[in-house]
T-cell receptor
Framework: DSGVTQTPKHLITATGQRVTLRCSPR?????VYWYQQSLDQGLQFLIQ???????AKGNILERFSAQQFPDLHSELNLSSLELGDSALYFC?????????????FGSGTRLTVV | SQQGEEDPQALSIQEGENATMNCSYK?????LQWYRQNSGRGLVHLIL?????REKHSGRLRVTLDTSKKSSSLLITASRAADTASYFC?????????FGKGTRLHILP
C-alpha cells in the first residue's frame, strides 16, 4: 500500500457518460498529480494541484476537469466519454511542491468506455 | 517541463546479470528520478539524484548523473525475476514530471 488511495479501481461506462475518479493523497502530501496511461499514448501528465490550487496543466482535454478539496483529496471528472478515453488513470502525491521529493503513485483506476 | 528519453526501449537479460538503462534530457534540472512500473500497476519511486550529485546508490541500484551531457544511467546489479518491469526516468525542473516511454526490462530465467 503506497498510501495514495484511488477509487474506484475499475469502472465500465458507456460513451457519452460522465464519471468521477477520486484520489486521497498520502498523509501530509500537499501536491496531487493526475496522469493518464494508454497503450498508444503512454503516460500523459494531465494536471497538478498544490494545497487546493491548480499549479500546472498538461494534455488535459476540455471535457476533463479536476479539483482538490480542503481536505486535500482530489477528483478528476471526465465527461462526454469517448472510446478513446479508455485508459488507466493514476493519481500521485508528493510532499510540498515536489522539489527534491519523489512522487507516490496510487494503484490507478482502470476506465473502460464501451 | 521536460521529458526524459530512455534507451534502450527494451532489454532482455539473464537472471543474475547487470542491467543498464540510459536517460537523456534537454534542459536544466533540479533533480532526476527513476521509477519502476510493473504491468498495470502504479509507478514506484526508486531513487532521486539531485543536480549537484554525480552518483547515488540504493541497494542493488546505482544511478549516475552527468549534467554536462544531460544524461543519467540506472544500473541494476544481480538482476532478479522480480526486476521485470518498465523503468522511467523523470528529469524534474519545475515539479511537473513528463514521463517518457520507458525501458521495458525482461529478466530471463
Amino acid at each position: 500500500d503506497s498510501g495514495v488511495t484511488q477509487t474506484p479501481k475499475h469502472l465500465i461506462t458507456a460513451t457519452g457518460q460522465r464519471v468521477t475518479l477520486r484520489c486521497s493523497p498520502r498523509s501530509g502530501d500537499l501536491s496531487v498529480y493526475w496522469y493518464q496511461q494508454s497503450l498508444d499514448q503512454g503516460l500523459q501528465f494531465l494536471i497538478q494541484y498544490y494545497n487546493g490550487e491548480e499549479r500546472a496543466k498538461g494534455n488535459i482535454l476540455e471535457r476533463f476537469s479536476a479539483q482538490q478539496f480542503p481536505d486535500l483529496h482530489s477528483e478528476l471528472n471526465l465527461s462526454s466519454l469517448e472510446l478513446g478515453d479508455s485508459a488507466l488513470y493514476f493519481c500521485a502525491s508528493s510532499a510540498h511542491r515536489g522539489f527534491n521529493y519523489g512522487y507516490t503513485f496510487g494503484s490507478g483506476t482502470r476506465l473502460t468506455v464501451v | 517541463s521536460q521529458q526524459g528519453e530512455e534507451d534502450p526501449q527494451a532489454l532482455s537479460i539473464q537472471e543474475g546479470e547487470n542491467a543498464t538503462m540510459n536517460c537523456s534530457y534537454k534542459t536544466s534540472i533540479n533533480n532526476l528520478q527513476w521509477y519502476r512500473q510493473n504491468s498495470g500497476r502504479g509507478l514506484v519511486h526508486l531513487i532521486l539524484i539531485r543536480s549537484n550529485e554525480r552518483e547515488k546508490h540504493s541497494g542493488r541500484l546505482r544511478v549516475t548523473l552527468d549534467t554536462s551531457k544531460k544524461s543519467s544511467s540506472l544500473l541494476i546489479t544481480a538482476s532478479r525475476a522480480a526486476d521485470t518491469a518498465s523503468y522511467f526516468c523523470a528529469p524534474n525542473r519545475d515539479d511537473k514530471i513528463i514521463f517518457g516511454k520507458g525501458t521495458r526490462l525482461h529478466i530471463l530465467p
